[in-house]
């Protein structure tokens, strides 16, 4: 399942908390949610390094609880890279976002931020690992 959440810039973090508190029942293993939640879950997701504040930290704590996490950071736990560049203040922040269960990782092959210069937010593409399952051939041998 696939799930796209837009937030306004006010009051993002309680707004996203209820959403994903609300789909808990409807989501599973393979569901990605794909957000604009116009607010970076961490600091080193600002080129500012400004501290997040308490509503953001309470999200990433709901996050936690029911088993999600921010997928290009469970690949790049250490790199700042961005998605949003901010004209009026001139800063950089990654507020654009793919989340999936924890548990799931391993069925994602690559993740990563695409320039784009048509926007203020750049791409974020996610591959997907789709092996096709090999059919079993009931092989019958014959002694002769």
Do not use: W
């Amino acid at each position: 399942m696939l799930v796209n959440i837009y937030a306004l810039t006010i009051g993002t973090s309680k707004y996203i908390k209820q959403i994903l508190i609300e789909i808990k029942g409807e989501t599973d293993r393979n569901t990605v949610i794909v957000r604009t939640f116009n607010t970076p879950l961490t600091s080193m997701d600002r080129s500012s390094r400004q501290k997040i504040n308490k509503e953001t930290a309470a999200l990433s704590d709901t996050l936690d609880q029911i088993d999600l996490t921010d997928i290009f950071r469970a690949f790049y736990s250490k790199v700042a890279d961005y998605t949003f560049f901010s004209s009026a203040d001139g800063t950089f922040s990654r507020i654009d976002c793919m989340l999936g269960h924890k548990a799931s990782l391993k069925i994602f092959r690559k993740i990563e931020i695409i320039s784009s210069s048509f926007s203020d937010h750049n791409v974020m593409n996610l591959e997907i690992n789709h092996k096709k399952k090999t059919e079993k051939k009931n092989t019958q041998r014959h002694g002769g």
